[in-house]
Structures are given as C-alpha cells and as structure tokens.
C-alpha cells in the first residue's frame, strides 16, 4: 500500500532532550516536507527536500534540522526541543513539486514538550 | 507574501444541505491553488485543485470550488452535505515564485448535523 508513515504518533518530552521524528514513504517520491500545524494557524512549512541530499527552509525553520540521506526518508530532528514547538507534525511527499504534483501527508506526529 | 484567509472558523451544516466555504488569497499572480480535507485524526486529503483551465474545478468526495480572479477567491461547495463530510478543511496556496512553498489558511471546521 502506498503510504507515508511517522514515527512516533504521539511523543510527550521535556526541553532540552533531542528528539527525531521519523518519516518514510514507499512512492519513490522526490519531494517530501515537514510542516507543522497549530489553531487557527493552519499548516506552515518547516522544511522541504527536492531530493536526496537537497533540503530547503520553509516558512517556520527555526528549532529544527532535517536530512535526507535516503530517497524514502526525511526524519525531523529537535536539537533542543521548547515548549512552543509544542504541535501536530505532519510529513508529506509527493513525485515532483508540490505545486504540480498530489502530496500525499502522514498519518501526523502530536508533540508535547513540557 | 501570500497569504490565504479562511473567513469561517466554524461552519455547522444539517445533513443534506448545501455547503460553501470561503477561501481568500492575496498573491499578484495566478496561483496555484488547493483544497484539502483533515478528518479526525488523519492527515490531510487533496480534494481538488486549480491552476489554469476552466474556473470551475471538480474534486473528489463530490466537491467542487469556483476561482474568481476579480474577488481573489476560491471558494468549495457541496450541494449535499453527508455526515461524513464533517471534517477540517483548509485551503492552501502557492506560486512558481515562491517555489515548492504552500501557505495554508487557518481551516475551517465543519459539523454535520443529523
């Protein structure tokens, strides 16, 4: 089945502690992006790759790293999470851009940093 | 920058009834411009998108949403909602420009009522 999966689905933590939130996809899709979602907010890009050892920020970068060292994989890392990067994480891939191309998103990864 | 409104935080809608909801962007350009749909839970679901062509676009599920270059809108309906209509939705838009970005709207939330 084709499909983008996270890991964990649910992480609760405390600030500081490094964390990584994995994302995998069996479409052997080019682009894949992380965003993050808030109330009232919506989505907001954190970062995107357009392929393998090509990453790009989005509009919210700041707090997180990412690399793309495997077409299939693009894990989210927290280097030093903070409770305002408290959220719902989604990844999301798609064969070409995003503009052109369906994105397909993960089930979602819900963080809670205290 | 673009930006995308969603006037309509929550909108509650009796099964069978029709629905529309709003979506604003503010770009100079012709965007590229989406609908998705989050049910509880999930991640989000493409239901239809326009770029060029006929200003009338047809989606899945039954959706379909109108661009209106001169009002800057593209707004979704349903002519009969069903129950399992209720979801988040939210619109989303992106330009060449700006690259493989998408800015979402904030999401409107959709109750059915039986």
């Known amino acids: 089945e084709a499909q983008v999966t996270q890991n964990p689905r649910y992480l609760i933590t405390v600030t500081g502690k490094k964390l990584t939130v994995t994302c995998s996809q069996n479409?052997?899709?080019?682009?894949m992006s992380w965003y993050r979602q808030d109330p009232g907010l919506g989505l907001r890009q954190i970062y995107y790759?357009?392929?393998?050892?090509?990453?790009d920020k989005g509009d919210v970068p700041e707090g997180y790293k990412v690399s793309r060292k495997e077409k299939r994989n693009f894990p989210l890392i927290l280097e030093s999470p903070s409770p305002n990067q408290t959220s719902l994480y989604f990844c999301?891939?798609?064969?070409?851009?995003?503009?052109?191309?369906?994105?397909?998103f993960g089930p979602g990864t819900r963080l809670t940093v205290l | 920058a673009q930006s995308v409104t969603q006037p309509d935080i929550h909108i509650t809608v009796s099964e069978g009834a029709s629905l529309e909801l709003r979506c604003n962007y503010s770009?100079?350009?012709?965007?590229?411009l989406f609908w998705y749909v989050q049910s509880p839970g999930q991640g989000l679901q493409l239901l239809l998108k326009?770029?060029?062509?006929?200003?009338l676009v047809q989606g899945i599920k039954g959706f379909e949403a109108e661009f209106k270059r001169s009002q800057s809108s593209f707004n979704l309906r349903k002519p009969s909602v069903h129950w399992s209509d209720a979801a988040e939705y939210f619109c989303?838009?992106?330009?060449?420009?700006?690259?493989?970005?998408?800015?979402f709207g904030g999401g409107t939330r959709v109750l059915v009522k039986p």
């Open positions: 989303a838009v992106g330009h060449k420009a700006a690259g493989n970005k998408l800015t």
């Open positions: 326009y770029f060029s062509g006929d200003t």
């Open positions: 790759s357009m392929n393998v050892e090509v990453t």
């Open positions: 479409m052997n899709h080019e682009y």
């Open positions: 999301a891939s798609s064969f070409t851009g995003f503009l052109t191309d369906t994105q397909y």
């Open positions: 770009y100079g350009a012709t965007p590229y």
